[in-house]
């Protein structure tokens, strides 16, 4: 049975990768930020395992901050493989873009520090198609793919969160290539990540189908959302521990793109009598109300852009048939609804 360290346990994607795992029979040192996260973890997990037996010996906790240094060293022992999803990921942009960039690329590089000195050579980190696609696609291009990486001085490259995971995955690569070859690294660079989640606590994501379902903006901008489920994203990461093939290697998961405006209209669908809306805004309004809301101005460098994205390595390497972006549109709505943060 190989020992997992993942970071940022109590994180959407986290939490369904820590049932996955212990689901595949590993155990699982998981990281929170504080350690009153454990018990909500814990209680995430619990009604979707196979095996309940011995959860507490196969499932522990350690507290680790990405900007404190304290802790790794003694939360890598006896560790197999780490994997490092810890990273913040806000809806809105910050005021000081260091609240994003310090902590994904100190964060990263702490882990993979802490991992070389305990002797772990074999790492996944979560990345995301934000370190892939913030820059101009070449004419004679159609879709983002794996050898494609985000210019921070880029319009979109420039925006925080695509910069801080860019810096982060690009600091990891060269950590490996520099200071610790004995290290095989997998990154996995999932898109817009949807699906239930497994408790009440959830991420950035979701709460785009959340806005939608409520009808916050009357009109939708013209932008488009490579989608991918949240059960896919975790799939990929356990299956990385024993797919050779993987090492080395960044992974695009993606499923399928819709239009903002496609993504509602199969809403309404099937909640006819939601509030959503699915008229397509003119950019120049949307421009307008960016004035005054945060969350919109950071959706401007995508209007127009096209957001196709090649997911035949992920296929080939994982022989993953993804779920649909429409099924993971509707669990994710109808959990918002079952759970009350919706009514019709």
Known sequence: MKKILITGASGYIGKHITLQLLNEGYEVRASVRNLTKSLEVKNAVLPYLIDLSNIDSRLTFVE???NKDSGWDAALQDIDLLMHTASPFPLAKPKDENELTRPAVEGTLRALNAAKRAGVNRVI????????WGFDLPVEKSELDETMWTDINHPLGKETYNKSKTLAESAA?????????????????????????????FGTSVSLIDRFMKGRDPM????????????????????????EATKGERILAASESMPAVGVTQYLKSI????KIKT???PNFLIKFIALFDAEIKSVLPMLGRPFNVNNAKAKRLFNIEFISAKESIR??????????????
């Open 64 to 66: 680790l901050d990405l």
């Open 271 to 274: 909640y006819p009598k939601s």
């Open 220 to 243: 939708l901008p013209d932008i488009n959302m490579s989608i991918v489920d949240v059960r896919d994203v975790a799939f990929m990461h356990v299956q990385a521990i024993k797919i």
């Open 125 to 132: 980190i979560t990345s995301s198609v934000a370190a892939v």
């Open 173 to 201: 690569w060269n950590f490996i290539k520099n200071s610790a070859p004995e290290i095989s690294l997998t990154t996995i660079n999932p898109v817009i990540v949807l699906g239930a989640p497994l408790d009440d606590k």
């Open 331 to 344: 669990d994710t709505a109808d959990y918002l609804l079952k759970n009350g943060y919706l009514k019709m």
């Open 279 to 281: 008229a397509k805004a």
